[in-house]
């Protein structure tokens, strides 16, 4: 261990201050955020609160989304951090984790530039882009995501693979795998490229695992749990994968429409100036984003197409490391010259275009301080502990370690709840047994109109000069209530 640490260059030690800097400064940010309450229920809520039931051995049926935390998505990496909820649980923990891993995935993007380049500082470059890229501080500042461990899995694989060091290898692929269940669409990539480049019975495994892993996770696991593969077929236009095709062929104008409106093309060019289209020079391993990146701009869910959003963080370590061995293909001063005007550009664009606070157009974040969110987390105190209730979204990522907790209007209208919109605007059974409701006195005309319909059965319980806190009237609590069913809880 102390011979390794004595080979680590001074390049290497600069890299791992930056990514620690660039860690703790977002870690900063995403804290404040939450403890401003601007942390909601999806994603990170719900998150927090499966992982809560699953650190105390229960089934992670999540109330906030009436859904199992596995049936959603099978993110199966999340099951590694079940043991940090025994010791430090909350949403923080996640939001600390969430930037670490991403943090973490310079080492491979470093090592990987550094052996094509031949130098630590255009490797130090190399990272500084990666960290800059818009599409990456987006991510790390959209409350938490699986997705994001893409930052670390992918980066590990590639490098590994380059380097041939097969056991590593099979811990990125295996932790790309364990992610979501679409992870096919980078690992299938990945193996073409170890096929073709570096070893190809390798490469055939790999895309082996890739195209079983997804059939396991939808048929074995996420149907049993929810009675459906996969939620989001309908984000493919013209009627799901059939009629895009069927489409293209039929209408191509009405598809190309589709796929070159403006807010389609604005996401390609801020996703590949910042590198300054250098990966180019590296067609064969820049194409394993491709599959990526074309389902994001197929996709009829407009944050799939976004930067600022977790859905293209995956493909940014494989577009940066496809720069370094671009450049690699050119002379030293060359390969200097374009690392540096790469670096530059990703800088640029990072100001221009992420929501972090040194952009031009920061996330607009309420100070902890501020007396709305004081008032906010005080009164939450009041709530009981175990109690069944309904919470004003903001402060359900403050209290989500319960069995039974929802976002307001749950359960007394049911919105993004359940497997499909189908109970949408209804009313739960849940809605007769929530003992507590946490609301704001300030609401929209939408909110307020369907609370006062609740409001009868409720009294007040404790209120400040922003916030009430209902109790129902005759309630004991609600404690220990089984979850209801969200199918069999309509009225």
Not at 115 to 141: D, K, N, Y
Request: proline fraction near 7%; aromatic fraction near 10%.
């Amino acid at each position: 261990m102390n011979s390794r640490i004595r080979r680590v260059t001074p390049w290497g030690w600069a890299t791992a201050a930056l990514a620690g800097a660039w860690c703790a400064w977002i870690c900063w940010q995403l804290l404040r955020m939450h403890f401003g309450l601007g942390t909601y229920s999806y994603d990170v809520g719900l998150y927090d609160q499966g992982l809560w039931l699953l650190s105390r051995f229960e089934e992670p049926f999540v109330t906030l989304m009436g859904r199992n935390l596995f049936g959603d998505h099978t993110s199966l990496i999340l099951l590694p951090l079940v043991p940090l909820y025994w010791v430090a649980p909350g949403t923080g923990t996640l939001l600390v984790v969430q930037s670490m891993v991403v943090a973490a995935g310079s080492a491979p993007v470093y090592l990987f530039a550094r052996r094509v380049l031949g130098s630590g500082a255009l490797a130090f470059g190399i990272v500084f882009a990666w960290l800059a890229h818009p599409a990456v501080t987006g991510a790390a500042l959209e409350n938490f995501h699986p997705d994001t461990f893409h930052a670390l899995a992918v980066p590990l694989a590639i490098w590994a693979a380059s380097e041939r060091r097969w056991r590593a290898y099979a811990v990125g692929i295996t932790m790309a795998l364990l992610i979501k269940e679409d992870a096919f669409l980078v690992v299938v990539p990945i193996g073409i490229w170890v096929a073709s480049a570096i070893d190809k019975r390798k490469g055939l495994v790999t895309m082996l695992a890739g195209l079983v892993a997804p059939i396991v996770a939808m048929y074995a696991v996420m149907q049993p749990l929810t009675g459906v593969p996969t939620r989001n077929s309908w984000r493919i236009p013209f009627g799901g994968v059939g009629g895009f095709v069927r489409t293209m062929f039929t209408d191509p104008v009405a598809v190309a429409d589709h796929l070159l409106d403006a807010d389609r093309m604005l996401y390609l060019w801020q996703m590949a100036s910042p590198l300054l289209g250098v990966f180019l020079f590296s067609a064969g391993l820049a194409a394993v984003a491709v599959p990526v990146i074309a389902l994001n701009v197929v996709s009829t869910y407009w944050y799939q197409h976004n930067v600022d959003y977790h859905y293209s963080i995956v493909v940014v370590p494989i577009l940066v490391m496809a720069v370094a061995a671009g450049a690699a293909r050119f002379d030293s001063r060359r390969r200097g010259t374009m690392v540096t005007l790469v670096a530059a550009a990703s800088m640029a664009a990072s100001v221009a275009w992420s929501p972090h606070s040194l952009g031009v157009s920061p996330t607009m974040v309420t100070p902890p301080d501020n007396a709305v969110v004081v008032a906010g987390r005080a009164i939450l105190r009041e709530v009981p502990a175990g109690a069944v209730v309904s919470l004003y979204d903001p402060l359900v990522p403050h209290a989500a370690h319960r069995r039974e907790v929802y976002f307001f209007p749950n359960p007394f209208r049911a919105h993004l709840y359940g497997v499909d919109g189908s109970l949408d605007g209804s009313r739960l059974g849940a809605a007769d047994h929530v003992s507590h409701v946490l609301l704001p006195k300030a609401m929209s005309p939408d909110l307020t109109a369907l609370w006062e319909l609740e409001r009868p059965d409720f009294e007040r319980n404790i209120e400040n000069e922003f916030w009430i806190l209902w109790g129902r009237r005759g309630s004991t609590g609600g404690v220990g209530q089984t979850p209801v069913d969200p199918v069999e809880s309509v009225d």
